[in-house]
């Protein structure tokens, strides 16, 4: 009778795992629907950005990641977050970022946390016509903040616009 019990109890229990899982794989795999919109900067203080990387034999990890950014003059400060996935670790990332813009060129300080750590970044982006590019480059660490060598180029990593009244339902909680 025990023996049945507890088995009976082992058994609802897997499937209740099981079902947990199939729900969470679901959920990261729908895409998301974002609203691409056409950008005027002397009239909208506020954009948000996007990017999705899926994996590959080339690229190793996955990320998908939202930025939120506000302009005010030169002045920029905003929000970002994300997830990564790749071998042998998933994470997800948040934090802030404030900087200055010149003509399309905004310097960045990110200030984030991941996995319990924070750090600082200094990043580099370039305005375009369908949303932002992020200049990577090699990072050194400078007076505890991680800043690119702009002599060691990496790539260019694109983003696109989308509505920032899609932006909140993305934060994580």
Do not use: H, W
């Not at 991941?114 to 750090?119: K, P, R, T």
């Amino acid at each position: 009778m025990k023996r049945s019990l507890f088995i009976s109890i082992v058994f609802i229990v897997l499937i209740f795992l099981t079902l947990v899982f199939i729900s969470r794989r679901q959920e990261k795999e729908m895409p998301y629907i974002v609203q691409q919109v056409s950008v005027d900067e002397d009239k909208v203080k506020q954009q948000c950005f996007y990017r999705i990387t899926t994996k590959t034999d080339e690229k190793l990890f996955s990320v998908e990641e939202y930025m939120r950014l506000e302009f005010d003059g030169e002045n920029v400060k905003g929000n970002k977050f994300g997830f990564q996935d790749g071998p042998g670790y998933s994470n997800g990332y948040t934090g802030t970022l404030s900087g200055a813009k010149s003509q399309d060129e905004l310097v960045l300080y990110y200030a984030y946390t991941v996995e319990g750590s924070s750090n600082t970044e200094q990043e580099i982006y370039k305005m375009t016509d369908g949303g932002i590019e992020r200049i990577q480059y090699q990072l050194v660490e400078k007076d505890n903040i991680l800043v690119p060598d702009r002599s060691l180029y990496v790539s260019n990593i694109p983003y696109t616009s989308f509505s920032c009244t899609d932006f909140d339902e993305k934060v994580p909680e």
